[in-house]
């Protein structure tokens, strides 16, 4: 069973920083990508940022320069960090992995719980 738990969500101030955190656990062969999503109240959940196996990343418009990707194989963690928050950040975060769970299954996507992130004076 695998398991997806993030953590480091909060509330700040406007310009201030989070660093999210999601752990994988259970039985994973390989992981390809690492996600982190968000959904505001009201709107679609929505891409925020994706890292390859490999390092390669990806960005929305809305947070680049801001908010950076990264891993950590060896752990099989992923971590965003926010930086200059506004308050438009303020959403549940997810975390989503595409991964195996041995040689010959396919490709599958699962999810965290989310993660609250709140952008407040």
């Known amino acids: 069973q695998v398991q997806l738990v993030e953590s480091g969500g909060g509330l700040v101030q406007p310009g201030g920083s989070l660093r999210l955190s999601c752990l994988v656990s259970?039985?994973?062969?390989?992981?390809?990508?690492m996600r982190w999503y968000r959904q505001a109240p009201g709107k679609q959940r929505e891409l925020v940022a994706s890292?390859?196996?490999?390092?390669?990343?990806n960005y929305a418009d809305s947070v680049k320069g801001r908010f950076t990707v990264s891993r950590d194989n060896a752990k099989n963690t992923v971590y965003l960090q926010m930086n200059s928050l506004k308050p438009e950040d303020t959403a549940v975060y997810y975390c989503?992995?595409?991964?195996?769970?041995?040689?010959?299954?396919?490709?599958?996507?699962?999810w965290g719980q989310g993660t609250q992130v709140t952008v407040s004076s």
């Open positions: 989503n992995i595409e991964a195996r769970v041995r040689t010959s299954s396919p490709w599958n996507d699962y």
């Open positions: 259970g039985s994973i062969f390989r992981i390809n990508y």
């Open positions: 890292i390859t196996s490999g390092g390669s990343t």
